[in-house]
């Protein structure tokens, strides 16, 4: 397939001829202009530069800039062309400093202003691909982002060129921001308010999804594989600060101009972002292209550790003598690389190592970097570098060169000698072919340099702020909030009926009804996602608005006024309508403390976040009183979990609130006006009281045994299954019956009590509210049920490098290696668990969401664990139970309850290796999956001196293109790696083998001399050294050694370990091959 290329062709002869200036072609205009000259000639100087460099090769039509200056070129890349504008706008913000401008000021800003809305025109004839992108995200279903330079027209199809660059649109909603916060006048009506509006729902989830980043082609092996980019998700993160409450109309602007951002969202893309870097991606250890997200123009890092070790990174892996690598083994535009075809083929990218293309542009982002940072030594530093690098056309333009190559004649030479060779420009100082890119930015460095402009002015909606000036900025939504020390969550007590909070009442606890409280109305947050359904919809544009997504606790943290009336919303832990994890008293109280450390975390706004606990009469029933009184008394003393609290009347609270307009709900005549429906209050005859319960039995006990058998009732005719339903009282027999019928006849199918499907629903919650926990997780799992969060508490996983696997034990795993949506990862766990034991597929889902909680908040747990296996994460839980004795059914963890669940797993994941055995803690490892320190570095070593290969149970892991594809130290190495152990189906069996990559990786670091020269077959040498274990058992003990379970209960050292045993086998391989001599070898006689 020939590949598009947009670039001109590398030549080392310049016999261009030079284009024509529209000024004398004889006169030179220098930037560096004498302190004498006054401003105007500096300004007119400037504005002479743009004029030739910029403005000459803007399109009059659509506004766009073209990829290529020389040649016919009908190509316009997004990125290209908002950097473009950028530099225009900025040479109009200089002009803004003198009264006699010419019209130059005009000019220059309508210039740029022409381009934004030449690329909003393009993006709305694309309204179609966003509202599929909002809930279909895919690279098929994106927006473009190259267009016909004359037309605006789409330009290549997806299987032909990488659109997806989220990147791309997060800048240009990053620019709007900045030029209308100067003044500049770009949206002109409500259409366009809508379709920005959706352009927000698009990128507010950029953390979960894998684009094809800055340079297009996705992972580093250019194969068409996407990623999550960390500079895709921090443009995200700027941008949607920016946007967020920002109304495009400007100063003249009206409540329905305003742009609305999810709070939760938006928090998602700041703990992705923190947590990829300072990698790129996984494949990218790190990468150039993370300059302009850190820096200018995003200033998306707000934690200056993690800013300075990754433009470490960045500098000390990338910067050469012309510029900087966008990343290593880069092939673009080298000598080796093949142009005519579009993918690399398996291990190509190691012919690039060391002759990277060194682009001259991220030197000027380092110059405008140290500039807003105020680092003059810095910007000296990449001054003098950039400057050898700069051409001067005839009339003495400064040209920008798009990148430095290695030529064929000395690719060699380089290789062999890094940095030795010259390298030359891929275009000429008088060929008339301009990188636009680099010539907008180099303007804007320059007025920096010169004090033309400043930082606030190109920064005029704060994305930068210096450290002095943190705490005084006031902004309606900013990273420069409070600290964190000083969030206090106001906390509101409501009680759900009045008869509760006079029982309440007995034991100290003040508060409130849903009644007491009015006019304020309390919602649940399904009626706030239902109001933002009306956000950003637009007939014309065929545009729906927001997608139904749930609202976190950011947004249910605020005050919100929807027609007229004043609203606040419990969050979604509240809601009985949900997943049955909130049944279970004792997680909910885990999940409040979980939820107000994560606002005091992540709230950043100047005002107190409003927390609304909404206590139920459920609640309070039997066994649950005392832990939620417990819970109520720490409200009540201002400290909960860590957290600083202030409980109060709901009606004082308000003031100190956080207040969001939902204007966007404005009603014309003839629309109807929505309904929604706020929590009421539970209305009980006069002077009754609260019946408390005896307490709740222990689990066993709430056990009900099926006195049905299910595999004989599955062909039982209809009418017997009906006959039975309605005779028995048991909620286990009711739930299999209803079960069966539901798959036969249909979920409408009508019973002597109602239809199937509610029927279940009944079953569900009572069995909820008898914590008969066995039959909610069956019912749960035959209703469908999904907990929400669930994608999130995955792509947290994700974010911090990890896998995840869906399935049961010994069986057949889905690998989620890259974020999904939430009916996707249904889809996976109800196919791959719910056929070999339907509780399995809620059970794996609670397993999901506690995980997420504890990576985000305690990551140190997940020490050595690369995969999240899932359903070997179960196994370890059973086996846990059982090593503790005791005489437990066989499905016990299905009868636990949810918090039970959740602390069997953290004890799992902080074991007392003190206790347990040998084979135990080889078990538990092994079910983890979890390795030792530097695990993943050995096995690469032993790569490197294993020609054919390793392999283990039937996998083979080979030396190329391992090698030659790959480094020691990518995120991708080490997933290979664990795919080649994933077939290991003994937990105990694994860890050995881990046990003996080891081993074999210290013989060979202290033996330089020795290689494999066959495939290491990992399995042979763990059945030689079993082999000579049971030879030393017969020998020394007189035991005969049937199994490997006395193998895996030896300690690894000390006389006899397993180490011992698995050294010995290692060293016969070795020395059945060739020993390699050196020189210096003490045995050779020269």
């Known amino acids: 397939m020939e590949v598009i290329n947009f670039d001109d062709n590398p030549t080392y002869t310049h016999n261009h001829k030079p284009l024509d200036s529209v000024y004398e072609p004889a006169k030179t205009v220098l930037i560096h202009a004498p302190e004498e000259v006054n401003l105007l000639d500096k300004l007119d100087g400037y504005y002479r530069f743009v004029k030739s460099t910029l403005l000459n090769y803007q399109n009059a039509a ?186 495009l109309f400007g100063n003249q602007g009206c409540s329905w101009s305003v742009i609305f951002v999810d709070f939760d969202a938006h928090n998602r893309n700041r703990q992705t972002l923190c947590s990829l870097l300072p990698r790129e991606s996984r494949s990218h250890n790190t990468d150039a292209a993370l300059l302009p997200c850190i820096s200018y123009p995003a200033f998306a890092v707000d934690d200056d550790a993690l800013f300075d070790q990754t433009m470490e990174k960045v500098v000390r892996k990338l910067r050469g003598t012309y510029g900087m690598k966008r990343f290593l083994r880069d092939g673009y535009r080298t000598r080796l690389e093949d142009h005519s075809r579009r993918y690399y083929k398996p291990a190509e990218i190691k012919l690039f190592d060391g002759i990277e293309c060194e682009f001259p542009l991220f030197y000027i982002y380092l110059v405008i970097d140290g500039v807003f940072r105020g680092n003059t030594d810095q910007v000296n530093e990449y001054m003098n570098l950039l400057e050898p690098l700069l051409h001067h056309s005839y009339e003495g333009f400064v040209k920008v060169p798009k990148y430095y190559y290695v030529p064929a004649d000395f690719v060699e030479s380089e290789k062999e000698s890094p940095g030795s060779q010259k390298r030359f420009p891929n275009s000429s100082a008088q060929d008339g072919n301009l990188f636009l890119w680099g010539q907008a930015l180099y303007i804007i460095a320059k007025l920096l340099v010169d004090e033309l402009i400043s930082p606030k002015e190109l920064d005029p909606c704060k994305r930068y702020i210096p450290p002095k000036e943190q705490r005084n900025i006031s902004m309606r939504y900013s990273n420069q909030g409070l600290s964190e020390n000083d969030v206090v969550v106001h906390v509101s007590l409501i009680a759900e009926s009045q008869r509760l909070q006079v029982f309440l009442n007995t034991f100290g606890i003040q508060t409130q009804t849903p009644q007491q409280v009015e006019p304020i109305q309390i919602w649940p947050q399904q009626e706030l996602v239902k109001a933002y359904l009306h956000l950003g919809v637009n007939k014309k544009l065929n545009l729906s608005g927001r997608p139904n997504r749930p609202v976190g606790c950011i947004g249910t943290s605020k005050l919100y006024r929807i027609l007229g009336k004043t609203i606040v919303c419990y969050p979604i832990v509240f809601d009985l309508s949900d997943f049955y994890m909130a049944q279970d008293v004792m997680l909910l109280i885990d999940d409040i403390k979980n939820l107000l450390l994560f606002i005091k975390q992540y709230w950043k706004m100047n005002r107190r976040p409003l927390f609304l606990v909404l206590i139920r009469e459920d609640n309070i029933k039997g066994s649950r009183l005392n832990p939620i009184l417990d819970m109520l008394a720490a409200f009540k003393n201002g400290m909960v979990g860590g957290v600083k609290v202030h409980v109060d009347r709901l009606q004082t609270l308000i003031s100190g609130a956080i207040v969001e307009q939902l204007d966007f709900l404005r009603i014309s005549e003839e629309e109807e006006i929505p309904q929604f429906q706020g929590f009421e209050e539970l209305e009980f005859p006069k002077h009754s009281k609260v019946k408390r319960k005896s307490s709740i039995a222990s689990i066993p006990s709430q056990v009900e045994h099926l006195d049905i058998e299910p595999d004989v009732w599955m062909f039982r005719p209809t009418a017997d299954i009906l006959n039975k339903l309605s005779e028995s009282n048991s909620l286990a027999t009711q739930a299999v019956l209803l079960s069966i019928l539901l798959k036969r006849e249909g979920p409408n199918f009508i019973t002597g009590e109602g239809l199937v499907i509610d029927r279940l629903e009944k079953v569900y919650q009572r069995s909820g509210s008898r914590k008969n926990w066995s039959n909610v997780r069956f019912t749960a799992s035959v209703l469908g049920k999904q907990v929400d969060s669930l994608a999130p508490s995955i792509t947290r996983a994700l974010v911090q490098g990890k896998q995840v696997t869906i399935g049961v034990f010994g069986q057949e795993e889905e690998v989620i290696s890259n974020p999904l949506s939430p009916t996707e990862i249904k889809n996976i766990v109800y196919t791959k668990c719910a056929k070999h034991d339907v509780r399995d597929a809620v059970l794996q889902q609670e397993l999901v969401i506690h995980i997420g909680w504890l990576i985000s908040n305690s990551p140190e747990l997940f020490h050595g664990m690369l995969k999240f296996r899932i359903g070997w994460i179960i196994h370890a839980m059973e086996h846990a139970l059982v090593s503790r004795g005791g005489d437990l059914p066989a499905d016990y963890l299905y009868q636990m309850s949810p918090s039970d669940v959740k602390k069997l797993l953290l004890d799992i994941l902080q074991p007392d290796d003190k206790e347990r055995s040998w084979l135990n803690r080889r078990h538990l490892d092994g079910s983890l999956n979890r390795t030792p320190k530097g695990f993943y570095d050995r096995v690469w070593q032993i790569l490197e001196r294993t020609a054919e290969g390793i392999t283990v149970t039937g996998k083979h892991l080979p030396q190329q293109p391992t090698l030659s594809d790959m480094t020691m130290y990518e995120m991708n190495f080490s997933l290979l790696v664990e795919d080649t152990l994933q077939d290991i189906v003994q937990p105990e069996y694994r860890q050995i083998i881990v046990e003996l990559i080891m081993v074999v990786s210290v013989i060979l670091e202290r033996n330089p001399e020795l290689e494999f020269v066959a495939e290491v077959n990992l399995d042979n040498l763990v059945k030689d050294a079993f082999d000579e274990f049971k030879k030393d058992k017969i020998r020394l003990e007189h035991v005969e050694v049937k199994g490997m379970q006395d193998f895996y209960q030896t300690p690894p050292t000390g006389k006899r370990g397993t180490a011992s045993y698995l050294t010995k086998a290692v060293m016969n391989t070795l020395l059945e091959g060739d020993v390699k001599s050196s020189v210096d070898d003490p045995c050779v006689i020269s």
């Open 62 to 247: 659509t506004g766009l800039f073209p990829t290529k200056t020389v040649g016919k070129c009908d190509h316009a890349r997004v990125r290209d062309c908002l950097y473009c504008a950028a530099g225009i706008w900025a040479v109009a913000l200089a002009y803004r400093r003198i009264d006699d401008d010419k019209g130059r000021t005009h000019e220059l800003e309508y210039s740029a202003i022409k381009c934004m809305r030449g690329i909003l025109y393009c993006y709305m004839r694309q309204a179609d691909k966003v509202e599929s992108f909002k809930t279909h995200p895919s690279p098929s279903n994106c927006l473009h982002s190259v267009f016909n330079v004359h037309t605006g027209d789409e330009l290549l199809p997806y299987d032909k060129y990488g659109h997806l660059q989220i990147d791309a649109v997060s800048l240009f909603l990053l620019y709007l921001v900045e030029m209308i916060s100067s003044g500049l006048q770009i949206i002109y009506n409500t259409d366009e308010v809508s379709f920005i509006q959706n352009l927000v729902f698009c990128v507010e989830r950029s953390y979960r999804r894998p684009d094809f980043g800055m340079w297009e082609r996705g992972s580093k092996y250019n194969n068409g594989s996407t990623e999550l980019h960390s500079s895709s998700v921090g443009m995200a993160k700027s941008a949607l600060e920016a946007i967020n409450g920002f109304n």
